[in-house]
């Protein structure tokens, strides 16, 4: 079994330009801070972002707005994060607003290997807007695509080294759901445990999809 412990210096090379990347947290809770902290210092470019929202300017994947190294964003809402607004009005930013439950659902889809998902979200809105209709039963749903990223980045409360996750109450929001859904998961940690140490009922992500884990002490 390989530890799958590793630094911020040695995860830089899966942060690269033209990536799509996933970052878990709902306004900044449950965000690997550490992980953004090393996109910004490697200042990697035209990134596809997909988040529930865009955080705040000095917190969250708002850096990453604020650092203009976002190209797209998809996300479920950008109101606590001007920034966001200011780049999309002026077209330096494109943005894709999905509902938030139908955001969950498509990440879910690329984490499970199916084909979309069929919702009543949205149906006579500007959501509708390019995408097919389905009528079942008589009643109309959009056909919602998976999304799937290069790089997962997400937060913690504890690891072991085979990469077993537990996430701390509400910071259990999009984290589980993007581990499932990219090639590479990275997982920042407040406290990383030997093998064993961590009861297998109270695993929320399996290791077996985790890539790295950095720990740098928990604080």
């Known amino acids: 079994m390989t530890n799958k412990q590793a630094s911020i210096e040695q995860i830089s090379e899966y942060l690269k330009d033209g990536m799509t990347v996933m970052v878990g947290g709902f306004l900044a809770v449950g965000t690997p801070e550490r992980l953004i902290g090393a996109m910004i210092e490697k200042n990697v470019q035209n990134i596809t972002l997909i988040a529930n929202d865009t955080g705040f300017p000095a917190k969250g994947v708002g850096k990453l707005v604020v650092n203009r190294q976002v190209k797209k964003v998809i996300a479920s809402h950008i109101g606590t994060n001007p920034e966001t607004g200011k780049q999309m009005i002026a077209k330096e930013l494109e943005v894709d607003l999905v509902p938030q439950g139908t955001l969950a659902e498509r990440i879910r889809c690329g984490g499970a290997g199916l084909g979309g998902v069929l919702t009543p979200t949205g149906v006579g809105t500007v959501v509708e807007e390019g995408?097919?209709?389905?009528?079942?039963?008589?009643?109309?749903?959009?056909?919602?695509?998976?999304?799937?990223?290069?790089?997962?980045?997400?937060?913690?409360?504890?690891?072991?080294?085979?990469?077993?996750?537990?996430?701390?109450?509400?910071?259990?929001?999009?984290?589980?759901?993007?581990?499932?859904?990219?090639?590479?998961?990275?997982?920042?940690?407040?406290e990383l445990v030997e093998v064993g140490a961590i009861n297998p009922d109270e695993v929320m992500t399996p290791g077996v999809v985790v890539d790295k884990i950095v720990y740098l002490g928990g604080c």
């Not at 079942?136 to 085979?162: H, S, T, W």
């Not at 996750?165 to 407040?190: C, G, T």
């Open 131 to 190: 995408k097919p209709k389905l009528c079942v039963d008589g009643v109309e749903y959009l056909l919602e695509k998976p999304l799937r990223a290069n790089v997962a980045l997400i937060k913690a409360k504890k690891a072991d080294k085979a990469g077993n996750l537990i996430y701390d109450k509400s910071a259990r929001n999009f984290n589980p759901l993007m581990a499932m859904a990219a090639d590479v998961v990275i997982a920042e940690v407040d």
